[in-house]
Nanobody
Framework: QVHLVESGGGSVQAGGSLRLSCGGW??????VAWFRQAPGKEREGVAA????????YYGDSAKGRFSISRDNVKNTVNLQMNNLKPEDTATYYC????????WGRGFGGYEYKYWGQGTQVTVSS
């Protein structure tokens, strides 16, 4: 059983930065991703890290402002979020153990089996 643990959420003013970390993914396959869900909205893929190729994939909302990376010392996958906007306010979830669905499906073509409990990010204007 994979137990994903997110940390690093909090409150910040618009334009600020936060760094989220996801631990517990080490034996969960080749993909680790961050999703978010705001109240009343559907869950949205933010960024994914593919551990085999050390490659990344970003959702449209994250491009240019967010960066996903792996910390091999701490065994975490981190989401660096810069220039945060009020519309980034959401609960952010780490997910791991992906299955390929095909291009145009899921997030980056993958669906995810394991999910963390989420960490809240609040951006004030």
């Amino acid at each position: 059983q994979v137990h994903l643990v997110e940390s690093g959420g909090g409150s910040v003013q618009a334009g600020g930065s936060l760094r989220l970390s996801c631990g517990g993914w080490m034996h969960s396959g080749a993909c680790v991703a961050w999703f978010r869900q705001a109240p009343g909205k559907e869950r949205e893929g933010v960024a994914a890290f593919y551990t085999g190729a050390d490659s990344t994939y970003y959702g449209d909302s994250a491009k240019g402002r967010f960066s996903i990376s792996r910390d091999n010392v701490k065994n975490t996958v981190n989401l660096q979020m810069n220039n945060l906007k009020p519309e980034d306010t959401a609960t952010y979830y780490c997910a791991a153990d992906c299955t390929w669905l095909g291009w145009g499906r899921g997030f980056g073509g993958y669906e995810y089996k394991y999910w963390g409990q989420g960490t809240q990010v609040t951006v004030s204007s």
